[in-house]
């Protein structure tokens, strides 16, 4: 492996970004003849993610290696694993993994945090915001939180089974402004790997068009090795929730550094930002199941920007669980905004008109602070 040459532009995309994930193929961080870790590579990395957090950036890290590492440990052949065997190998492989990632993390005085999510942890609202919560939570204080899909416990057909799809489900959850797929091509070529075709690579994607998919190979076939059909399926979640993308090569030691050096790599840009695509969705996307109605003082209180706590809440209407939307309304009845609410209407019915230190004693468990968080709220325009 080697450094590339440093080209001097740097992707305002990239510079700007405040936020990043970045997705590491097992490929690139497990030497498969040997079963063992790239120590040098994984070093290297983590090098660039303390540059990055050094630089004000958050890094969520999503990374695959478990199964690559655990069959090793297992004495499993080589070859395509049973479901079942595959599980076993993530459960052995994800020790050493997240140890991994502790060791050289901390070299750096950075912190690891292990996230292990399955495929409903992302698609449901409720299991969502918690995860959500959590990295949130682990980010602020900087911690770098170290994803890997939960496969012990996903089925087949209930798994992501790729990371790429995982780790743009992530950025998209954590409204991240960029994601990395760190990978062993560097970028998106106009016709499959080996299909003969006379190919270039594209600098800049800005929509995912048929021409798009078609570049990638059709699923299963020979030619989508390489994994550019999951990727392009990261793309389109990731343009979907105003994420950039970007496939660069990990085959080179520090290829973050090289991603801010100008190193060859496909960019796909998304047309609005994160926090845009998430309001967008909240505002205009999802069924509102119930309303609360709010007091003159919580309605100040949103308006410079608050989330909305217990204590202002005078009543609530309809059937909601945790995570839906519901319209926020003023004492009158004039809609305010819509957002996620954080209880479902049983515990919301029985905390309203109650300071948010009380919610611990009433629930008989501990809650959130706010009823709907300012983030997951969209403020109508007045
Ligand atoms: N979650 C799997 C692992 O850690 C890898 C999935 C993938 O390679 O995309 O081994």
Redesign the pocket.
């Known amino acids: 492996m080697t450094t590339p040459h440093p080209l001097p532009k740097t992707r305002p995309q990239w510079a700007a970004a405040r936020r990043v994930v970045v997705k590491i193929?097992?490929s690139l961080l497990v030497d498969r003849r040997l079963g063992e870790l790239n120590a040098g590579w994984l070093a290297s990395l983590a090098q660039d993610v303390a540059d990055l957090a050094r630089a004000g950036k958050q890094v969520i890290l999503v990374?695959?290696?478990?199964?690559?590492l655990g069959r090793h440990m297992l004495g499993l052949s080589s070859g395509p694993l049973e479901l079942e065997k595959s599980q076993a190998a993530?459960a052995v492989?994800?020790v050493s993994?997240a140890g991994a990632y502790q060791t050289v993390l901390r070299a750096h005085g950075l912190t690891a945090a292990q996230i292990l999510l399955t495929l409903s942890d992302t698609e449901e609202r409720r299991r969502y915001l918690n995860a959500r919560q959590t990295i949130a939570t682990l980010l602020a204080h900087c911690a770098v939180p170290v994803v890997?899909?939960n496969?012990t416990v996903a089925t087949s057909e209930i798994r992501y089974?790729?990371?790429?799809r995982l780790s743009a489900r992530v950025a998209s959850m954590m409204s991240a402004d960029c994601l990395v797929l760190l990978s062993d091509v560097d970028g998106l070529y106009t016709a499959p790997p080996g299909s003969g075709v006379d190919a270039h690579r594209l600098d800049e994607v800005r929509a995912i068009t048929p021409e798009i998919e078609a570049m990638a190979g059709s699923v299963g076939s020979e030619l989508s090795r390489g994994g550019m059909v999951t990727k392009i399926e990261a793309g389109k979640i990731a343009l979907a929730s105003g994420t950039n993308m970007v496939i660069t090569s990990g085959k080179v030691t520090h290829p973050l550094r090289a991603l801010s050096q100008g190193t060859p790599c496909t960019w796909f840009i998304a047309h609005s930002d994160p926090v845009a695509a998430r309001k967008r969705w909240i505002a205009g996307q999802l069924e509102p199941k119930g309303s609360v109605e709010i007091d003159a003082g919580a309605e100040r209180a949103l308006a410079s920007g608050k989330s909305l706590l217990p204590a202002g809440v005078t009543r609530v209407e309809g059937t909601f669980e945790r995570g839906d939307a519901v319209i926020i309304r003023a004492a009158d009845g004039r809609e305010l905004g819509r957002g996620l609410i954080a209880y479902a209407r049983a515990d919301a019915t029985r905390i309203i008109g109650r300071k948010s230190g009380e919610i611990a004693a009433i629930l008989g468990h501990a809650g959130r602070t706010e009823l709907v968080h300012r983030d997951d709220m969209v403020l109508s325009k007045s």
């Open positions: 193929g097992s990374s695959s290696g478990a199964i690559a993530a492989g994800q993994l890997n899909e496969d089974g790729d990371n790429d």
